[in-house]
């Protein structure tokens, strides 16, 4: 897999050790591709250089004296935002590289590498960088296609998705899973992006990203009272591709406490105890996708009632048309607006099933339709790495990074109107009344 002539990688180091500096330029030098451009001793040299020289890829020191890497990182990546940052360290130091990650790194390499792994890790990051450069070029002056809040993004909250599909086994996990990624990587390391799954019961999340992780959402519960970000930060699991990720508990009983509890800070999405973790995950992420289960009940209303955007997901059979029907139904009498839902087509098969023009007719227009592709999907599930993390160019992948645009599409329409009228995102902006009680009264009016 060779560069063509003239693209070559350019990669800045910076480490404080000199023999570490010398060393990475002699393994790098074997690849013809890449081409050291610099190499500095400290953060504020490296920003200067990095400025200079524009690398692709920088290669990061997470420990030096004076400015550590994770200040150099946040600040060379506004100065060169084109910057893709590979974070170097030894191990034991996991803690600084989930701080790391949160400044916008995009890897990491425990030193010393080796050879390949330095060269792969590079190519990996740049090939990934390119792709989202290009990915986000070419649609800003088409469609007007920006990214959502940027500029003026600490003003305002983050905008929640909620990926709910009324029938199980509708392809909302995968959906989830693979939005939240490509919309990370279209929006770049400046923002960052948040999967939560609340499907407290039997959450698996974290099977299909393969995490390993011995914290979930259950654990917010007993501090519910007090949250803040640095809480939140020590339960959210990263995930290589840059997420973030709110596990669901990982045993079943455990997902009582959090139906149960309740918050005493009563702010938009009432006092329950998701409510109060919807909101703090909306002070800290720009986005945060929500993987939900199939069944509306009091948590599922409170994420619809934050979401900016219902993906609602239908496979192409009528039982799948009927329950998405019934669904719409249910979002008009509870006032969500239309415009707010993004219909989405799973397992799209010209042979069989239904035409998506029938399903128009039967329902909304249809946002996005993925194919199917069982082998793909299957592959991904069972191997916990995400479809467009395997292939991005198959088919199925590519309909993923075409509702990632579509979102953020979504995101700024809503945006700009929000400017005009000056009013919150949210599918609803007034709660009468709690949960399922709602339900009930919205049905019997
Ligand atoms: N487009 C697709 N083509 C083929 N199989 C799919 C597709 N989308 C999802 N699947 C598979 O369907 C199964 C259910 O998907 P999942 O995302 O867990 O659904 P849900 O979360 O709605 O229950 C999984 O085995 C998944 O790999
Ligand atoms: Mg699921």
Not at 26 to 47: C, H, N, Q, R, Y
Not at 94 to 105: E, F, K
Not at 383 to 398: A, E, F, K, T, Y
Request: charged share 25%; aromatic share 4%.
């Amino acid at each position: 897999m060779r560069q063509p002539v003239g693209e070559r990688i350019r990669v800045l180091i910076i480490d404080d050790v000199a023999e570490t500096r010398e060393n990475l330029r002699k393994l790098l030098s074997f690849d013809a591709d890449i081409k050291v451009v610099g190499a500095a001793a400290s953060g504020p040299e490296g920003i200067e250089l990095a400025k200079q020289f524009q690398p692709h890829i920088v290669l990061m020191d997470i420990n030096m004296p004076g400015m550590d890497g994770i200040t150099a990182t946040e600040v060379l990546l506004r100065e060169v935002p084109t910057a893709q940052v590979v974070m170097l360290s030894v191990q034991g130091e996991t803690d600084y590289l989930r701080r790391a990650m949160l400044a916008g790194a995009r890897d990491y390499l425990t030193k010393p590498p080796s050879g390949d792994e330095l060269m792969n890790t590079i190519r990996r990051v740049y090939e990934t960088g390119k792709t989202r450069a290009a990915m986000i070029a070419p649609v800003q002056p088409a469609a007007h296609v920006t990214v959502p809040g940027e500029g003026r993004r600490a003003l305002r909250e983050g905008d929640i998705i909620a990926v709910f599909s009324p029938k199980g086994g509708a392809g909302c996990t995968t959906i989830a899973v693979n939005l939240a990624i490509a919309l990370q990587q279209m929006v770049g390391s400046g923002q960052k992006v948040a999967l939560m799954d609340t499907n407290l019961q039997f959450g698996d999340v974290g099977v299909m990203l393969n995490l390993q992780a011995s914290r979930s959402i259950a654990d917010l519960v007993p501090q519910i009272d007090d949250l803040d970000g640095d809480m939140l930060g020590s339960v959210l699991t990263p995930h290589g591709s840059g997420i973030k990720v709110l596990l669901a508990p990982p045993h079943p009983e455990a997902a009582e406490s959090l139906l149960l509890s309740t918050s005493s800070d009563e702010g938009g999405g009432g006092n329950s105890a998701l409510g109060a973790i919807l909101r703090l995950m909306r002070e800290e992420f720009n986005i945060i996708v929500v993987d939900m289960w199939s069944w509306i009940d009091d948590i599922a209303l409170t994420v619809f009632d934050a979401a900016a955007l219902i993906v609602l997901v239908v496979a192409p059979n009528i039982p799948a048309i009927k329950s998405a029907r019934l669904f719409l139904e249910v979002a008009e009498r509870l006032h969500y607006p239309m415009e707010r839902i993004a219909l989405v087509v799973n397992g799209v098969d010209r042979r069989l099933g239904i035409r998506v023009e029938q399903i128009e007719q039967a329902m909304i227009p249809v946002a996005v339709q993925i194919p199917l592709d069982e082998r793909s999907a299957v592959a991904a599930a069972n191997r916990g790495v995400p479809l467009i993390m395997r292939d991005r160019n198959r088919p199925i992948s590519q309909s993923i990074l075409r509702l990632a645009k579509y979102v953020c599409s979504k995101l700024s329409e809503a945006e700009e109107g929000e400017e005009e009228q000056g009013e919150a995102p949210a599918v609803v902006r007034e709660t009468g009344g709690t949960g399922l009680l709602r339900l009930r009264q919205a049905f019997e009016r």
